[in-house]
């Protein structure tokens, strides 16, 4: 799955027409708002999620958290063959990730998809779940990256909210090396003018809330040349290697084994 760009549709549903019609890879809808009911929040993003995969979109959902008592009835209102991801916030346990995938294999099985279709995006926004952000995104085999809000893990740590600068520096990596150490995608929150400096972090998408910064985010998280040249030759070598009977390659003076080639196949999807 590539999530260079995903256009949120705020809760009543505006501005989804022009986000399917813009260059974003993906739609997200929020069921997780409490000033508009819960059930018309699953009714717009129902009715969304058809739209968005008849135009060859990925349709995100992002649920209320486990311990709302609302999940269930999100999950069952919504998996079906449209649904390719979800989104949960405040991450702060593991144990919210597998209640989450609980909740999903069943409703999978009962729709006759194939277990395990639906992705889960755990969302890191305070410092207890930057810390467990490993264990977090182990929790469960259809985790398929870490979403950082910059915005809500300042408040969390009482700092001033930046995207561009040092402040959060640490915050970030540890989300990019915890999600990119079990090839996973490290993405970001984050306003339209800091997504080429994210990039270069790390980060491999962004959860946009304006459609119209989609065609700045897919230019922002696009492999530069050279990176893609560097991927090819690697996945070149390593499958020369074991076409050797050797485990590992050599490309100059760097080891590729498993792990880098399957990263670098990744970056040439």
Known sequence: MRLRSIAQVPSHGAGLEESITSVAEAVAFTLADSTVSIEELRRVAL???????????????????????LLRDDIQALTGPHLKAVILPHAVDPQDVRDLAVLLREFELASGIEPGAVAVLPVIDTARG????????????????LI???RAYA??????????????AYARGAVIAAARGFEKLPIVSAEPLQLTHLAQYGFAGALLSDYRAAATANAAFTPLSHNVELSRRQVEAYESARSGEAWVARLGNQVVDAHTARKARQALE
Do not use: M, W, Y
Not at 47 to 69: E, F, M, S, W
Not at 155 to 168: K, W
């Open 148 to 150: 950082f809000d910059s």
């Open 47 to 69: 009715g969304g999620l058809a739209r968005v995969a008849a135009a060859d979109k990925q349709g995100i959902v992002i649920v209320n958290h486990p311990r709302t008592r």
């Open 155 to 168: 408040a969390d740590v009482g700092a001033r909210a930046e995207e561009n600068g040092p402040r959060l």
């Open 130 to 145: 930057l810390l467990r952000a490993v264990e977090i995104v182990q929790a469960a085999p259809r985790v398929g990256g």
